[in-house]
C-alpha cells in the first residue's frame, strides 16, 4: 500500500473513532472499548474493499456486513456516517428516543446497515445465510461478518463455522477481533477460545492472522481472502481494545461505559491530534 493510501486511511480511522466516541459521550452509554478495536478493518472495510454505494444503500449486488458482535454499533454507525450513508450530527443522537441510531444495528431504522445484530452469537449465522443465497442466486456479492473473541464463547458461531466450512462458502469471510477483553475480564479468564484460528482450521475455514491496526497486513488479508476458491476465510486480528484513547487501552473497565466530560475532551483531543498529524504529513 502507497504511504498517501495508508495516511488517508488512518485519517479516516481516526475520525470513525472520534464519532464512536462523540456518539458514546452524547448517549451517556454504549460501547466504546470493542468499537475503537475495530475502527481501522471497519474503515479499510467501508472506504476500500466493499463493493457498496450509500447513494443506493440496497443496491442488490453489494457487499454486505454483519456486526455480530453488535454493542459495537457506535464503530459502525460512525463508519456509515464516514462514508456518507446520514449526516455525522446523527451520532449525537444515539440511543435517544425517536433517533435513527439504536444501541446495537437496526437494518430497518438506518441506512447501510445490513442486519439487525446484538444477541451474541447469531451474526455468523446469518452472515453464512447471505453466503449461501448469493451462491445459490448465482450473485457474486461477498459477506463479512465481524466477531468478537469474547463472543466466539457462544456454540452457535461454531454450527455456523460448521455448516460454511461443509458448504464451501468461499464467498464468506469473518473477522475475529480478537482484543482479548470482554466485560468480565480476560477472554481465557471467562473462557478462553484459543487458539481460535485452529478452530476455525478445524472446520475447515481458511485462516489469516494479523495485526488489526496495520493497514498493510489489513490489505494483504483481505486480498488473499479473495483469492481463496475453496473455503471460507477467517482473519484472526490481534487489536487493542480502546485503540486511539490512552485511557482506554487495554482497560477491561470501557468495555461498555461512556466517558464523562473531562473523559470525553481528554480522548478528543488525544484523537484530534493524531488526525492534525496525519492530515499536515
Not at 67 to 76: N, R
Not at 218 to 236: G, L, S
Request: proline content about 4%.
Amino acid at each position: 500500500m502507497d504511504q498517501a493510501t495508508k495516511k488517508q486511511l488512518a485519517a479516516t480511522a481516526c475520525k470513525v473513532r472520534m464519532g464512536a466516541i462523540e456518539a458514546v459521550y452524547n448517549a451517556k452509554s454504549g460501547h466504546p472499548g470493542g468499537s475503537l478495536s475495530i475502527a481501522d478493518t471497519m474503515t479499510y472495510l467501508y472506504f476500500k474493499e466493499m463493493n457498496i454505494d450509500p447513494q443506493n444503500p440496497k443496491m442488490e449486488d453489494r457487499d454486505r456486513l454483519v456486526l455480530s458482535k453488535g454493542h459495537t454499533a457506535p464503530a459502525l454507525y460512525s463508519a456509515l456516517a464516514n462514508r456518507g450513508y446520514f449526516p455525522l450530527e446523527e451520532l449525537k443522537k444515539l440511543r435517544k428516543p425517536h433517533a435513527m441510531l439504536q444501541g446495537h444495528p437496526d437494518m430497518k431504522g438506518t441506512p447501510g446497515v445490513d442486519m439487525s445484530s446484538g444477541s451474541l452469537g447469531q451474526g455468523l449465522s446469518v452472515a453464512c445465510g447471505m453466503a449461501l443465497s448469493a451462491k445459490m442466486s448465482g450473485k457474486d456479492y461477498r459477506v463479512y461478518a465481524i466477531c468478537g473473541d469474547g463472543e466466539i464463547q457462544e456454540g452457535q458461531i461454531w454450527e455456523a463455522a460448521m455448516f460454511a466450512g461443509a458448504k464451501g462458502l468461499t464467498n464468506l469471510t469473518v473477522v475475529v477481533d480478537n482484543n482479548n477483553l470482554q466485560i468480565d475480564g480476560t477472554v481465557e479468564e471467562v473462557c478462553s477460545p484459543y487458539p481460535i484460528g485452529a478452530k476455525f482450521a478445524a472446520f475447515n475455514w481458511h485462516v489469516i492472522e494479523i495485526d488489526g491496526h496495520d493497514f498493510d497486513q489489513i490489505e494483504a488479508a483481505f486480498a488473499e481472502a479473495r483469492a481463496v476458491t475453496d473455503k471460507p476465510v477467517a482473519i484472526v486480528q490481534k487489536s487493542v481494545k480502546g485503540k486511539g484513547v490512552s485511557y482506554m487501552e487495554n482497560n477491561v473497565s470501557w468495555h461498555g461505559a461512556a466517558p464523562n466530560d473531562e473523559q470525553y475532551e481528554i480522548a478528543m483531543k488525544e484523537l484530534g491530534a493524531v488526525l492534525a498529524e496525519l492530515e499536515v504529513q
